[in-house]
């Protein structure tokens, strides 16, 4: 599977984006805590964090014997210049112009 | 120290490249103005050296020096910020970058942490480097860079 198959599939899930925002509230976290405000089982919360860390969309780093989780954006801008920078700016321009027309055509 | 008295990000790319080459890209100026939006680095790149950040027009952004420094592998920045107040007011933070060959790729791991909670600098510099290490991944794949200007500018 290529990088963005993995990441697109590891977006795919609600479970894993609500992890995803978990950590964006508050980055670093154990897998414990990641646990205390999900309805998720533990085992449930284990294996979404290693299919977000497959697509590398979470960073692991050790404390002593505690495994933190921190959120990588980075895959994520991948995104956004592939997928929207690049469609974004032509529809915003259509947006525009068609708002001027109308904006225009109310004065006549 | 208690994780909740830090704030720290951790930033993690994979490079179609070599360690060498990700180095040369790490600690060359010229390389380096290419993916870092302009920005002028000044560095001998040995431990205790000096090592300053500075804009285009020569306004200084962030100063400091290098703590480790491992060729090819490992290297830790402290990293003083200069250019506004309420952020230079926060005092030191830490930068290191890590290189690790994996397969065809090299992982370059980027972590920045200060010692108090509710960094405003860690907020700020958090928000550059994922346009920054895009950019850096792009330049040494396809010799292009993705953004020419910075997001924020």
């Known amino acids: 599977m290529s990088d963005a198959d993995l990441l697109f599939k590891a977006l795919a899930d609600p479970g894993r984006r609500k992890l995803l925002d978990r950590l964006h509230a508050h980055d670093g976290q154990t897998l414990g805590e990641l646990c205390q405000h999900l309805d998720m089982t533990r085992q ?13 969309l979470v960073a692991v780093q050790w404390r002593g014997r505690e495994k933190l989780h921190f959120l990588n954006p980075v895959p994520l801008q991948a995104i956004y210049e592939r997928w ?25 | 120290m208690n994780a909740a008295n830090r704030s720290r ?7 179609r490249t070599t360690p060498e080459k990700l180095w040369a890209a790490l ?3 010229q390389f380096i103005r290419q993916y870092w939006f302009d920005m002028t680095i000044e560095c001998d790149w040995k431990k205790g050296s000096p090592w300053k950040m500075s804009h285009s027009d020569g306004t200084v952004t962030d100063v400091g020096e290098i703590l480790e420094i491992e060729p090819q592998r490992r290297m830790v920045i402290h990293w003083q ?3 506004k107040p309420e952020l230079k007011a926060e005092g030191p933070s830490r930068c290191t970058m890590e290189l690790e060959p994996a397969g065809s790729a090299v992982k370059l791991t980027i972590t920045h942490e200060i010692d108090r909670p509710e960094s405003k600098l860690i907020a700020a510099v958090s928000g550059g480097w994922p346009s920054i290490l895009s950019n850096l991944k792009s330049l040494l794949e396809t010799g292009e860079i993705a953004l020419v200007s910075h997001p924020r500018h």
């Open chain 1, 44 to 56: 449930g919360v284990t294996q979404h964090l290693a299919l977000l860390e497959a697509a590398n």
């Open chain 2, 9 to 15: 990000f951790v930033y993690v790319t994979f490079i």
């Open chain 2, 27 to 29: 600690t060359d100026p």
């Open chain 2, 81 to 83: 910020h200069e250019w």
């Open chain 1, 84 to 108: 929207i920078r690049k469609f974004e700016q032509p529809r915003l321009k259509a947006l525009h112009d068609l708002k001027r027309r109308l904006e225009k055509d109310g004065k006549d």
